[in-house]
């Protein structure tokens, strides 16, 4: 096994870096400082083709989708540890949680972000933000409810569907616009994965 992970701070990179973590894997960790002009280079692009971050390599097999590589990592390195299995009674849960969190919010957290803090004032378009908040409070009015008497989204025990939404609730809360859009529930469960062992461990090393 040899796992290397480019990473740049406050990106999807740190899902990765969080599993592994979590997962007590042995990894090497390459530090990309964020700069969206490189990032269109074709010098990075042999890297990552799409230009963005993460970029993960299990030796030859390269990755570039932060939550495929998670998934792929407790399944292949983790004896399934943080993921759920097709007789689980709560695999369909499992899955929809894990993929809610990239592919039915991360659109819109991104354009809340580019909104809020990576475009230039002037590119801003505050229908556009206005837009992202309101995806970002549906989605987020989503997760309120369904952490009713729940420490994590699946119940008790967290798995990578924590760390899918994790990321992206912390994305949001980057934005300025978090106390528009997350609720009481949803803003201790944020506290609560952002006090994990694996979170503090990720964020001390890769930053
Ligand atoms: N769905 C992809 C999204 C990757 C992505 O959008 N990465 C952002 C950082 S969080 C990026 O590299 N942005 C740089 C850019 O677009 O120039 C994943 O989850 O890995």
Known sequence: M??????????????????????????????Q??????FKT???RKINPVGKVPVFFDGEERLIESVAVTHYLAEKYGEGKLARRPADPDYGQFLQWLHFGEAGMGG??????GQTRILPEE?????MKQWAIAECKNCC???????????????????????????????????GEQDRILSARTKLYLKRLTEREGWKKATARAG
């Open 33 to 38: 400082k964020m700069d969206r002009a490189y």
């Open 123 to 127: 590119q801003r378009l505050e229908p």
């Open 42 to 44: 074709p010098e990075w």
């Open 2 to 31: 040899s796992l290397k992970i480019y990473h740049t701070p406050f990106t999807r990179s740190i899902r990765v870096v969080w599993t592994l973590e979590e997962l007590g894997l042995p990894y090497e960790l390459v530090h």
């Open 108 to 113: 819109y957290a991104g354009m809340l972000i």
């Open 141 to 175: 009015d989503f997760i309120e409810t369904s952490l009713e008497g729940r420490d994590y989204i699946l119940g008790e025990d967290f798995s990578l569907a924590d760390i899918s939404l994790g990321y992206i609730l912390y994305l949001i809360s980057l934005s």
